[in-house]
């Protein structure tokens, strides 16, 4: 079955530091691949997504790069402020049901991220 | 009201109590899902809907009940739950089809089983 492994955390970082979350998944097929971000006491909100090899997703600063070679969707940001502190989700897609017509989300665990002024 | 909307937030219910959650989407899609949040486990699929007919039950105990009346709202019906079924319960909706579309969520609702 599917499956999505990412570090867990906590990260701890100060601002303007360099982030990577890394993320790898396991798949049958080629799914797309997404970062989710939960803000404390909110649902999750897409942050980026990638729906083939070698596409890059990107927002807020924020990118990730499908890797098909490595199966990895590593999570990346130039400089971080205190404001990005959250818990990112890795995430992938899969098909459902015997008729298809949906996709279910499989996620990675979470990665609680803190950033320090 | 834009978006994917839960209601109640927050719910504590005994385990012979009867509740529902109701999840309503205001973008015009055609899927929309159920997704149980745990302290300790990853975001676990529940149940999916596509055109109001249920094509995904994830082994979920039959003390969790969905009901998808029209395309708009999502409920769960709960009863004689367990407290381990204490969570995080969140709504998603995607335009449905397939092809790894984005699923959008609500705020989720908090519930605690006594």
């Known amino acids: 079955g599917n499956s999505v492994t990412q570090m867990e955390g906590p990260v701890t970082l100060s601002e303007e530091a360099f982030l990577t979350i890394n993320c790898t998944y396991t798949a049958t097929g080629y799914p797309s691949l997404f970062w989710y971000v939960q803000y404390p006491g909110e649902g999750l909100q897409l942050l980026l997504k990638a729906t083939k090899a070698d596409d890059k997703g990107s927002n807020k600063g924020f990118e990730a790069t499908y890797r098909k070679e490595t199966t990895s969707f590593h999570l990346e940001k130039g400089s971080v402020q205190v404001s990005d502190s959250a818990v990112y989700f890795c995430a992938l897609s899969g098909l459902v049901g015997s008729g298809g017509g949906a996709d279910g989300l499989t996620f990675g665990k979470g990665t609680h991220l803190i950033i320090q002024p | 009201e834009t978006g994917v909307t839960q209601t109640p937030r927050h719910l504590v219910m005994g385990m012979t109590n009867k509740k529902s959650l109701k999840c309503e989407q205001h973008?015009?899609?055609?899927?929309m899902y159920w997704y149980k949040q745990s302290a300790k486990k990853p975001l676990e699929l529940m149940f999916v809907y596509s055109l109001e007919e249920r094509v995904e039950n994830n082994s979920v105990p039959s003390r969790f009940s969905p009901e998808c009346p029209n395309s708009s709202h999502l409920f769960l019906h709960l009863h004689t739950l367990q407290p381990e079924d204490s969570a995080l319960y969140l709504c998603?909706?995607?335009?449905?089809?397939?092809?790894?579309?984005?699923?959008?969520f609500g705020p989720g609702t908090r519930l605690t089983v006594l």
């Open positions: 973008l015009g899609h055609n899927a």
């Open positions: 998603a909706s995607s335009q449905g089809g397939g092809g790894g579309d984005t699923q959008y």
